[in-house]
């Protein structure tokens, strides 16, 4: 799998955990420069605490474009470490 964002690939791995149809990139497959901290907050009744990210490559950003779950509710542990992308930038 892979995640571009404007021509830009931002991950590629073949070991993606799927939790509701979203592909989860193990962070060491992740490019992090492209992503920067967002204050946006979401707590998901079952995976726990979301922290979000913007995409930026430096010439297009997109807001609030990714998201992971650093310390998920056990329900969701397996995404741990992992990076997700809005659907639309996924490909296989």
């Given amino acids: 799998m892979k995640a571009i964002f404007k021509d830009v690939v931002l991950a590629e791995s073949d070991h993606t955990e799927v939790v509701e149809k979203n592909h989860y990139f193990p962070r060491e497959d992740v490019k992090v420069e492209y992503l920067k901290k967002s204050d946006k907050q979401y707590t ?10 913007h995409i930026d490559t430096g010439v297009e950003r997109m807001d609030n474009g990714a998201w992971s779950y650093e310390h998920p509710k056990d329900a969701a542990k397996q995404i741990a470490g992992h990076v997700c992308f809005e659907k639309k930038y996924v490909k296989e």
Avoid: H, I, L, N
């Fill in 44 to 53: 998901c009744p079952w995976k726990g605490e979301a922290t979000y990210y």
